[in-house]
């Protein structure tokens, strides 16, 4: 879809998903990383648990779909080698520190000065200006700094974060939008622009508005393993299995309701309440929770009900019935069962890329979208360090293997 | 001011509830036209979600619903009526993208599929995001976005060793999938206007949600290791967690990722037993003792002002924040710097507030701003402006019930 359009991706491991996004919409993504390697590459988990740069499953992850190019950016026969690249470029994508870029001599300013129709994506924690710009950062501190973290985790210990560092693929998603938003605008005016996304304001998105419960007036939310706290009221979403343990949307209201009310009746059905119970008003329960009319304690007890029958059925058996009834009810999948789903398995959404230094090949996530005319195709393994600065320099730049070779002895590539 | 960059856009939106609404607000931030479908009867589910203007329930109420719709043009009509359908389809021509989130079936259903689509506007791109996609045995299971985080393998993942799933918070999916849906979107047009072809798009929130857990499912494919839940614990890096301060549910977060971080909190936390033991210079060692760590650095800040551990932290080079609430929040000073937040005119209390864009564009920047997305706010407008509809035909509209 995006064939025609080359982007020179600069990131580290706080904007590599950017690029990829690209890839995976046809782009021709060149990574560009220093001489020893991206840092993204000492992230775990690694292949066989083996540290080592080539054996980041971080980085087979994010830079998948990418050429690889090494290049020292402080050199200036660097520089030059970037700009010239930069001339034939449509988007480059960074994830420095703010200022860092504009320290090598590399802002948008200079880039556009050589290609006026460049698209830079700068990804950083909290944007490229403001009070807390240069502030040091991290996922979790992210996370805590753009809202989610607080409504995460059960209500008497820490908020607690996923064990897969999310903020900078929110930072990266976006940014791969962003820079989709100025490239429309772009074909239209001839004209490039700088994109700043804040990993802040991304991961932001994740409260689900809650974000906005002072500045609307309503109260603070509070967080509840899965679900949440309305002062003393408890939104409960986890529930145990057999077998493990499953998400049930056990909410009410016009919408949700109805589901809600379709659950009480099969549990009914199956002799696990009485009809008193099955039969309350559930789509405006939550209003009469509010008012007090029905009692904390009762709705406490309901929940107790509901946790009994799921706790007495596999999450199979209940995913089955939530397809056949139309509940609102799915397995808390482990690794291993998602990557076992029929229903993947039967979109045949994994793809599989070989690795000769594994001796193998391997299973990815697939396509992000099914495009009926253009789909998402095969996908190139994440390039080992340098694999294509020979074919780069030659192909793009015409350079011979005399000055590739200088320029390698001199540390430059 | 700039043209908006995406002023010569004009989305058909159907999608409701999260994930695909947060999709086309992005593109209506940007200058799209988006006219938002929804309707009066079954009303979007997420009118009926907090928070709530004052905490006062109603479906024109709701900050949740105010916050994904903004700058949308917002119609009711009723597909299922042929008169309605009429309205659809003259909309459908007018459209470049025609998006919708409901249960795969639906819209056949209703007479309004792909191919029906394409018979009107050969070029149309239209785009169909659910839980599972299209096809495939779970097809039709239809739901909310808790449910895509549990079956996609989130859920498991958040949480404590020794504890239950306590999960990411909520829908999580359905503030994953929208970055997948715009670029979806925006990619598919490029295509049309460089080919003249529009097609089809079946996007799994689910499927494209996957590639934030690459890495974990990566171990498995490759190592075979499932991962379960670790707390806050991080394999490289030691002391790392969210540690309380003073007040009720007042915590901070706080990330020692390299040896000099690790010494500049030691020095801030004054504990020079801790410098003189030699095991705890470099992460291997540090992550060992990890246990003994946390509990040094709670003792240290629980009796401390939750924003003074992080500026005494920040002020030193280490990664920490406090982990914000909505009071907190909504006085960030570099969201307030970032203008993050927006009020929209109210029609009859002043005004409401929502998000502002997640990034800024150069020269192009977002334009957000009008009034509160309520029920058929720009019907006369989008009939009349749009369609080019007349008050006869308005009229009979109205009396045929197709605007509800």
């Known amino acids: 879809m995006l064939g025609s359009y080359r982007v020179l991706d600069l990131t580290d491991h706080r904007g590599l998903l950017c690029g990829q996004m690209l890839a995976d919409l046809g782009a021709d993504v060149i990574q560009v990383e220093p001489p020893d390697g991206s840092a993204a590459r000492r992230l775990g988990p690694f292949a066989g648990d083996v ?24 050199q200036p026969r660097g520089r030059d080698l970037l700009l010239r690249l930069v001339s034939r470029a449509d988007f480059v994508i960074e994830s420095g520190r703010p200022g860092d870029l504009a320290a090598l001599g590399l802002a948008h300013d200079t880039l556009a000065a050589t290609n006026p129709r460049v698209v830079t994506v700068s990804i950083s924690a909290f944007g490229q200006d403001g009070p807390k710009a240069s502030w040091a950062e991290s996922d979790i501190m992210l996370l805590a700094a753009g809202g989610p973290l607080f409504l995460q985790g059960d209500d008497d210990r820490a908020p607690v974060r996923l064990p897969v560092p ?43 508005s809650y974000i906005l419960c002072e500045a609307v007036g309503a109260p603070q939310v509070r967080r509840s393993a899965g679900g949440l706290k309305h002062g003393a ?18 909410l009410f209201g016009s919408a949700i309701g109805q589901f809600s009310r379709r659950l009480m009746h099969w549990i009914h059905a199956e002799g696990g309440c009485d009809l008193a119970t099955r039969d309350k008003d559930w789509l405006a329960y939550t209003e009469l929770l509010v008012s007090g009319r029905e009692p904390l304690a009762e709705f406490e007890r309901v929940k107790e009900v509901v946790a009994e029958f799921t706790r007495a059925r596999t999450k199979a058996e209940l995913l089955a019935a939530a397809v056949e009834r139309d509940l609102l ?48 195709g095969s996908t190139r ?30 540390g430059v590539v | 001011m700039s043209t908006p960059a995406l ?78 359908r009429e309205v659809v389809l003259d909309l459908v021509r007018w459209a470049d993208v025609v998006t919708e ?20 506007k050969p070029d149309v791109v239209m785009l169909s995001t659910s ?33 239950p799933p306590a999960g990411p918070f909520s829908a999580y999916t359905d503030y994953v999938s929208p970055r997948f849906i715009a670029a979806s979107i925006l990619a598919a047009l490029d295509h049309r206007r460089r080919t003249g072809e529009g097609q089809a798009i079946d996007l799994s929130q689910a499927e494209a949600s996957l590639h934030f857990l690459a890495p974990a499912i990566l171990d498995y494919t490759v190592n075979g290791r499932v991962a379960g839940r670790i707390g806050n614990r991080d394999p490289d890096h030691a002391p790392h967690g969210v540690y309380p301060a003073a007040g009720t549910d007042r915590w901070v977060a706080i990330a020692v990722t390299t040896d000099a971080e690790w010494r500049a909190l030691r020095d801030a936390m004054d504990r020079p037993d801790l410098a003189a033991n030699a095991t705890l210079e470099g992460a291997a060692g540090r992550c060992a003792q990890a246990d003994a760590l946390d509990e040094a650095v709670a003792g240290w800040t629980a009796s401390r002002d939750a924003h003074d551990v992080e500026a005494i932290l920040q002020s030193r080079g280490v990664p920490a924040h406090v982990v914000q609430d909505s009071h907190d929040l909504v006085r960030d000073p570099q969201l307030l710097h970032r203008r993050h937040f927006v009020q929209l005119r109210h029609p009859t209390d002043g005004t409401s507030p929502v998000e502002g864009s997640r990034f800024v564009l150069s020269r192009t920047p977002a334009e957000i701003g009008g009034s509160v997305p309520t029920f058929g706010r720009d019907n006369e407008d989008v009939l009349r402006s749009i369609l080019g509809y007349d008050d006869d035909r308005i009229t009979a509209l109205v009396a045929a019930g197709a605007l509800e």
């Open chain 1, 51 to 74: 540290r080592h740069p080539e054996r980041s499953l971080f980085w087979w992850s994010y830079a998948r779909g990418k050429r690889g190019l090494t290049l020292d950016l402080a």
């Open chain 1, 166 to 208: 999310q903020a900078y693929l929110h930072a990266s998603a976006e940014a791969a939008v962003a820079a989709l938003v100025a490239h429309h605008e772009r074909e239209r005016s001839g004209r490039g622009q700088h994109v700043d996304v804040s990993a802040q304001q991304a991961i932001a998105l994740a409260t689900q």
């Open chain 1, 233 to 250: 009221l408890t939104l409960r979403m986890l529930f145990p299995a057999k077998d493990g343990f499953v998400a049930v949307t056990f």
């Open chain 1, 329 to 376: 009810i799915a397995p808390v999948a482990t690794i291993d069962e998602l990557v076992a789903s029929q229903q993947l398995h039967a979109r045949d959404y994994w793809r599989t890329i070989p690795h000769p230094a594994l001796g193998r090949d391997v299973r990815y996530p697939g396509p992000f979208a099914k495009f009926g005319r253009t789909p998402i």
């Open chain 1, 381 to 410: 393994r994440a390039p080992a360090v340098g694999e294509h600065t020979r074919e780069l320099l030659q192909g793009e730049l015409g350079l011979d293997d005399r000055t590739i070779a200088q320029l390698a002895r001199d």
């Open chain 2, 7 to 84: 002023s010569d856009v004009k989305v058909l939106d159907f999608m409701w509830v999260m994930a695909g609404p947060a999709a086309t607000r992005v593109l209506a931030d940007y200058g799209a036209t988006v006219v938002r479908v929804e309707s009066t009867r079954r009303i979007d589910t997420a009118r009926t979600l907090a928070p709530y203007r004052a905490g006062v329930l109603g479906p024109e109420n709701s900050g949740c619903f105010q916050n994904l719709n903004t700058g949308k043009r917002m119609v009711t009509l009723d597909p299922t009526r042929e008169t309605g």
């Open chain 2, 101 to 120: 989130s409901f249960a795969p079936g639906t819209m056949r259903r209703w007479g309004l599929d792909y191919e029906t689509l394409r018979a009107v």
């Open chain 2, 131 to 163: 839980l599972m996609g299209q096809t495939g045995p779970l097809a039709t299971f239809a739901g909310y976005g808790n449910l895509a985080a549990a079956i996609s393998g989130f859920s498991n993942l958040g949480g404590w060793p020794d504890r």
